[in-house]
């Protein structure tokens, strides 16, 4: 899913001058999920990630996907070269209607989460040491 998903942005990446970089760990254990929903939570990642990386230089922009196992979970990540999420922030981007762009619905990320929840995973953020923001989620291995 990943994989197609960024197939699919990828000339979105390319208008954007955004390099765009998989991780993902060579034997993943199998999950069980709604493939279009799964997408949606991928491509609204990227997308974010995407919009804030316009405020940064071209060299500088940069997204790596990564996928690992972890217990009885898969856990993927979304990291950016962007500014980060500030620390008031970082307890609202999750509301619905929170957006701090001018044409943002504030609806991306209220929707990844339900989808997480309703997989029975969960997906929070943080600010990575380097700076640039991490979104995680998990989803459980199929039993
Ligand atoms: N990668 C990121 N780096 C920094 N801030 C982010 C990042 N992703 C999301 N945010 C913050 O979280 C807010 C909410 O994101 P969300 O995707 O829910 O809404 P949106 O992108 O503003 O609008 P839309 O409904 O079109 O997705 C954003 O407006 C932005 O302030
Ligand atoms: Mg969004």
Redesign the pocket.
């Known amino acids: 899913v990943v994989k197609d998903t960024i197939g699919l942005l990828k000339s979105e990446l390319v208008l954007k001058g955004v390099a765009a970089r998989l991780d993902l760990a060579g034997r993943l254990p199998l999950v069980l999920g709604n493939a279009t929903e799964l997408q949606q939570v991928v491509l ?1 990642l990227v ?3 995407i ?2 990386l316009a405020s940064n230089a071209p060299l500088g922009r940069q997204i790596v996907i990564s996928a690992v196992e972890n217990g009885e979970f898969v856990r993927c990540s979304v990291a ?1 070269s ?4 500030g620390q008031e ?1 970082l307890d609202r ?1 999750f509301e619905p209607f ?4 001018a044409k ?7 929707i990844c989460h339900a989808i997480i929840d309703a997989h029975g995973g969960r997906l929070w953020a943080e600010n990575a040491p380097t700076g640039g ?1 991490i ?1 995680h989620f998990t989803l459980p291995r199929n039993k």
């Open positions: 609204n997308l974010n990630a919009d804030v950016d962007g500014p980060g999420i922030q981007i929170f957006s701090t762009k943002g619905m504030g609806m991306g990320l209220a923001a979104f």
